[in-house]
């Protein structure tokens, strides 16, 4: 592609990123594609990245020990020498060495590839947390937005309430303190919809900052949300964030082996060296039988055997102090998670039974709705007679509505509180994969 196709791609791109942000500000965003966008946008996601990256690199670098390096060096005297310097002068020396043999160097690799997995299992812990976050922000937005619905419609029958009991009152037939119960309902129904309302505004930012949408532009589409799949506390599979930590306990103590072995075992290493003499600026030749030659080359295998070294000593101490560490980490990284497994099945359990009550209800103040408007439409049927009961009133409809919309608003958050425990606890069995297939199935 030339220079000038490319300068005016450059140039579309912006407009052509203008146009995708203005079009998802006005079409519904999918739960999946809240997913997907804010594991892109995590900072955790892109800092576990840059680790195994890191890790990587230190796994490359303990490697690399066993290939050979080679070197280069040059240099001219600034004065003439005078008298033996200890070494002959040359103008340029090549040097190639590395490492042959060293059982320490092996664990050290070892311990880097342990490192390289236990990277990669916390960027998917790191992923999985990112899509919980998500996922429940977006569901609970979607309720939230019901409830607010529902919040609003709650207000207008209060309104109509105030409305009649205010003729009730004037007329006679109702105390004052009838028409101030229905100004306190309906004052506390504004409340229940300004803290809709503020929740809503707090989902939406946090959803635009997980996401990096423009606040505002993520507009809920219900129908994109899947069945939470159901899992029992039987089903787990080890959780992305313990198998981390129990490689960084394995490459911890492999390295402490290493660390002790050093002290004790040999290591060879290989080396090839070559030197290009000189007698520039100098009298070698006056201390040697005969003249020095310019061409000089040598090679053999170095052995070094560890004997007395206190600094090798204490690196090793504090090794095995770190593994030590890293294993009581990962012990304790399990236990929390089996406690967090149960907890959220216990819990399952009871918000399973609350959501069922709360449906039920809603169920019964619908049918009451329903049984005041029949009543109101035709008459309740049952005379005036004693022991007849009283014809409904308009006041009675209005309650009836107010209370049904409630039960609804109830068995929505029940519902939610239900669905957030079992994303949690799908979370603490490793079972995240199941859900994020389920999104992008959908």
Not at 48 to 65: F, G, M, P, Q, Y
Not at 97 to 119: T, W
Not at 184 to 209: C, G, P
Not at 342 to 357: K, T
Request: net charge neutral; proline share 4%.
């Amino acid at each position: 592609m030339s220079c000038r196709r490319w300068s005016r791609l450059l140039r579309f791109l912006p407009l052509a990123s203008l146009f995708l942000a203005t079009s998802v500000a006005h079409s519904q965003v999918s739960i999946a594609t809240v997913v997907d966008l804010a594991q892109k946008n995590s900072t955790t996601v892109r800092i576990a990245t840059a680790d195994v990256s890191k890790a990587n690199s230190v796994l490359w670098e303990s490697r690399d020990a066993l290939i050979p390096s080679i070197g280069f060096g040059t240099g001219l005297p600034v004065f003439p020498e005078i008298g033996f310097t200890g070494q002959p002068p040359s103008i340029w020396s090549a040097t190639v060495q590395s490492l042959v043999y060293s059982i320490p160097q092996k664990r050290y690799i070892d311990a880097a590839n342990l490192g390289v997995q236990a990277s990669k299992a916390r960027l998917k812990d790191a992923r999985e947390q990112v899509a919980l976050d998500a996922s429940t922000a977006y569901i609970e937005l979607d309720t939230v937005n019901q409830q607010l619905a529902d919040a609003l419609q709650q207000e207008s029958f209060a309104a109509k309430l105030i409305d009649i009991e205010r003729q009730r009152t004037e007329a006679g037939v109702d105390p004052t303190s009838e028409l101030l119960q229905a100004k306190l309902q309906a004052a506390q129904l504004k409340l229940n919809r300004i803290h809709l309302q503020s929740r809503s505004t707090v989902l939406e930012k946090q959803l635009s900052v997980l996401t990096g949408l423009p606040l505002g532009s993520i507009k809920i589409d219900h129908s994109s949300i899947p069945e939470i799949p159901q899992v029992h506390g039987l089903e787990s599979t080890p959780l992305h964030g313990v198998q981390a930590a129990n490689f960084v306990a394995l490459s911890k103590g492999t390295q402490a082996k290493g660390d002790r072995e050093a002290n004790y075992l040999p290591e060879l290493r290989f080396f090839v060296q070559y030197n290009r003499n000189t007698t520039i600026l100098n009298d070698v030749n006056t201390f040697f039988a005969k003249p020095l030659p310019a061409n000089n080359f040598a090679s053999g295998i170095s052995v070094q055997i560890p004997l007395f070294d206190m600094l090798r000593y204490a690196r090793a101490r504090e090794s095995a102090a770190d593994a030590l560490r890293s294993k009581v980490e990962a012990e304790q990284a399990q236990k929390q998670n089996d406690i967090a497994v149960v907890q959220a099945s216990a819990g399952i359990a009871e918000l399973d039974a609350q959501a069922e009550i709360a449906s039920l209800k809603q169920q019964i103040s619908s049918e009451q709705l329903t049984t005041v408007i029949a009543q109101l439409e035709v008459g309740n049927g049952s005379g005036s007679g004693p022991g007849s009961q009283p014809q409904a009133s308009p006041k009675a409809e209005q309650l009836a509505r107010i209370d049904e919309r409630q039960k609804v608003e109830d068995a929505r958050e029940a519902g939610f509180d239900l669905a957030k425990a079992r994303l949690n606890l799908l979370r603490a069995l490793g079972h995240m994969d199941d859900w994020l297939k389920e999104l992008r199935g959908k």
